[in-house]
Every structure is written in C-alpha cells, then in structure tokens.
C-alpha cells in the first residue's frame, strides 16, 4: 500500500508548488491568486523506492465569516479523512496567521499523524522566523521551498519512514511469489 500525504493549509501558501514537486508534474495549478484549485488533486511520487500519493487540496479557503475550518470544502475534509500523513503547509515568510491557528487546532483534534511544513524558507537562516510555527502545537517545523526544491529530503525521510519497511518487505514478497 502506498501512503497518502495530504497537503493542506490555507491559500497561498505553496501547497500546489510543493505538490509539483513531489510529483515532478505541473498538473497542480500554480496560481498568484488565492484558492484556484478547489478539487482534489492526486498524483504519484517516490522518494528512493520508497512511492507514495500525494493530494492537493484547495483547502480552507476563507470566504465565510464562519472561520476557515468551518467553511473548509468537503474536499479537503475528505481528503484529510483519507490521508495516512497530513502535511500541514505555512508560509514561512509571512509567518503565522490566525487561519494557522484555526487549521491547526482542526488538525490536533483530529489526532492523525502530521507534519509542519514552513514552505518559502529558502535564503532564510534557520529559525529566524521558524521559532514561532512551534506555537501551533504540532511540533517540529521542517523549513522547505517547494519552488527551490530545498529541504524535502530529510522531510520526506521523516514522513516515509515508517511506511518504507512495510512497502519494501511487500515488494520482496510480491517478488518471492
Ligand atoms: P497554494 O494556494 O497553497 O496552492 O499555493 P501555490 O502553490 O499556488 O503558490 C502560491 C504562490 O507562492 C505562487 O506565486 C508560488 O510561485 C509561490 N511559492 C510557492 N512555493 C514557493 C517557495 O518555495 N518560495 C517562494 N518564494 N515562493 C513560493
Ligand atoms: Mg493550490
């Protein structure tokens, strides 16, 4: 079984950047303007012989007074619902921002494994403005740009490890037989 990450965060942030990233493809649409993809978006990607799904979402857009998570598409519910590894993506320029907050608890409740990601970082010295992503609660920030290609080894190192040894043993198996 491959692994589902799912990409979420509020819009802007780089989660469809990142999703070509991870899936060396340009079907995500990268937009200046906030929330253009609103369906689900999958596609494969592997790390070494590691493979894995990845889903973009247009995610919590907020365009109701209600608060990002309560106005958050089915979409992205579903997606979140159906994913073994949430990633959840924050801008590391602009820093935190009430959404942030608002996804973040959404996400804790929720109590599935999830990754921080604080996208954007390249040229940024290490913590400088990272230091304040461990208020969401989620624990550790991996700094990564998704447009430079930075940081996502060791990301993709943490989130795929526990699954490799399952993917790998399946692979032997399948081979054996
Ligand atoms: P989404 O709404 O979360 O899917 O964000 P997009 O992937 O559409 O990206 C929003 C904007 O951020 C675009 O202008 C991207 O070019 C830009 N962007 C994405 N990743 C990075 C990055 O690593 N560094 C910088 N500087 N900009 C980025
Ligand atoms: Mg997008």
Do not use: W
């Not at 990268?30 to 493979?51: P, Q, S």
């Amino acid at each position: 079984m491959k692994p589902v990450l799912a990409l979420v965060g509020r819009p802007n942030v780089g989660k469809s950047t990142l999703f070509n990233r991870l899936t060396k493809t340009r079907d995500a649409i990268v937009a200046d303007f906030a929330g253009l993809t609103r369906d689900r978006h999958y596609g494969n990607g592997h790390h070494g012989k590691i493979e894995f799904i990845v889903v973009d979402t247009g995610g919590f857009e907020p365009d109701a007074a209600d608060g990002v998570v309560r106005e958050m598409g089915k979409q992205t519910r579903q997606a979140v619902a159906e994913a073994d590894v949430v990633v959840f993506v924050v801008d590391g320029r602009e820093g935190l921002s009430a959404q942030d907050h608002d996804i973040a608890k959404f996400l804790r409740r929720l109590g599935k494994t999830c990754v921080l990601v604080a996208n954007k970082a390249e040229g940024m010295k290490d913590g400088v403005r990272l230091g304040e992503f461990f208020e969401l609660g989620l624990g550790e920030v991996h700094a990564i740009s998704a447009a430079h290609g930075q940081g996502l080894k060791p990301l993709l190192d943490q989130v795929l490890g526990p699954f490799a040894e399952a993917q790998l043993e399946q692979e032997a198996q399948d081979e054996a037989n």
